[in-house]
């Protein structure tokens, strides 16, 4: 799961959003110096991402992938096809627009911005500035989010020709994530009742 399935999984509590939003720049036990809603954010991050790796939908998906050239890039690409399924299909999930989710959470995100990580305050303005939730909705947009990636990478990873594959088996990738969307959110609404608890 990338950015979106994670933020739009953590409910309606901003605090815990935030937390599951900066969560892979918080290391082992550091999720500590945080507030209680915010740990709850960053534990419920580790969660969704020890469930999906380990999920049989998902590593379905993640092997039609395999023996092409993304190397161990493939679980990241896998994620961001997901959130493009998420943003796509968005009205089956959430009573907002995808462009009003997105606009409420950048100005959330933008307002805590001094509580996060070093390495998520320089994230921020990139994501706001180009819209990466909503780049999601598209194919072109994911694309272009990939392709810049892959940059990142001086090449290395090929992000830049995953498209390719998702136009090719899309009907396949959009079924199974489906299948494990549903899986995902019984499971995450159980582990956040555990997290109140």
Do not use: C
Not at 12 to 38: I, R, T, Y
Not at 42 to 52: G, W
Not at 64 to 91: C, E, P
């Amino acid at each position: 799961m990338n950015f979106l399935a994670h933020i739009y999984l953590s409910g309606e509590n901003p605090e815990v959003q935030l937390g599951n939003f900066m969560a892979d720049a918080v290391k082992g036990s550091q999720f500590k110096n945080f507030s209680a809603e915010v740990q709850k954010g960053i534990l419920l991050h580790r969660f969704i991402d020890t469930y999906t790796d380990a999920h049989p939908v998902f590593r379905q998906s993640k092997g039609r992938l395999h023996g092409k050239q993304f190397g161990h890039y493939t679980g990241v690409i896998m994620d961001m096809f997901y959130d493009h399924f998420l943003a796509a299909n968005w009205s089956q999930y959430h009573p907002l627009s995808l462009q009003e989710f997105s606009t409420a959470f950048y100005k959330m995100i933008l307002g805590q911005k001094e509580r996060t990580p070093e390495r998520t305050q320089h994230l921020i303005p990139y994501m706001i500035e180009q819209n990466w939730l909503m780049q999601y909705q598209s194919i072109e947009g994911l694309d272009l989010i990939l392709s810049q990636m892959n940059r990142r990478t001086k090449g290395r990873s090929n992000m830049d020709q995953a498209v390719i594959e998702l136009r090719d088996n899309y009907r396949e990738f959009e079924a199974e994530f489906h299948d494990f969307f549903k899986s995902i959110q019984g499971e995450v609404a159980v582990e956040l009742k555990r997290l109140n608890s």
